[in-house]
């Protein structure tokens, strides 16, 4: 059984959760963000995490808003810590996979150096679902969107891999990967499912694909 295969319902995931604020971060169900930790409260996040439930929650914070304690957009990602690695100077390298979406219910008052919320797993009920809504994504649409994107960069990609990715793994691996900004990336993963997520992604893609014909290609970061 796989770690993921626990969740079974939103019930099984704790109300209260660590947040790591990260504008430009994406995380989404099932796919993989790799991580360079070096701040000390987010040093002893994870190593809280890491003697508990292994889960936190990516969210970015709102785009004017700024300080130490800046306003966090209403919807997050949890995340499992699925690797961990300490460097000589004290930095982790991680990498979160992607549980359930969530919505903040409330910031708590932490003694923590890092922040924490109650979190509302049930309005995503769907993403413990493995390939939920699949079956609706125009996935020729989306393959010929990244094979676009990549010929305009002189990139390739092992298409034997991209074909046999399970499509809601294809969707959720660009949406982590396209060099969008943080609104885009926002609303790639408040997408109500994943044709829409599917289809939001195309849309910037060819966007992009039609400002880079008059400029200069733009990269992935």
């Known amino acids: 059984m796989g770690f993921l295969d626990r969740y079974k319902n939103a019930a099984d995931l704790p109300q209260r959760l660590p947040v790591f604020p990260l504008s430009g971060a994406l995380l989404l169900p099932r796919a993989d963000l790799p991580l360079n930790i070096f701040e000390p409260r987010y040093l002893e996040m ?90 609706e994504v125009n996935r020729p649409a989306l393959i010929k969107a990244l094979r676009d994107y990549l010929n305009a960069n002189d990139m390739k990609a092992d298409w034997n891999q991209v074909d046999s990715a399970p499509t809601e793994v294809l969707v959720n691996t660009l949406s982590l990967l396209a060099p969008y900004a943080a609104k885009e990336k926002q609303a790639l993963l408040e997408a109500p499912d994943l044709k829409t997520r599917a289809d939001v992604l195309v849309a910037l893609t060819e966007m992009t694909l039609a400002r880079a014909s008059k400029d200069k290609p733009a990269r992935l970061q």
Not at 57 to 80: K, T
Not at 85 to 106: K, P
């Open 46 to 135: 994870i190593a809280d995490a890491m003697a508990g439930d292994r889960l936190i929650g990516m969210i970015q914070p709102e785009q004017d808003s700024d300080g130490e304690r800046p306003l966090l957009m209403a919807v997050g990602c949890a995340g499992r810590i699925t690797s961990y690695a300490e460097t000589a100077d004290d930095r982790l390298m991680i990498t979160l996979t992607g549980v359930s979406r969530f919505r903040i219910a409330e910031e708590l008052d932490a003694d923590t150096p890092y922040r924490q919320v109650i979190a509302d797993f049930h309005p995503f009920a769907r993403d413990l679902v493995s390939d939920h809504g699949a079956d």
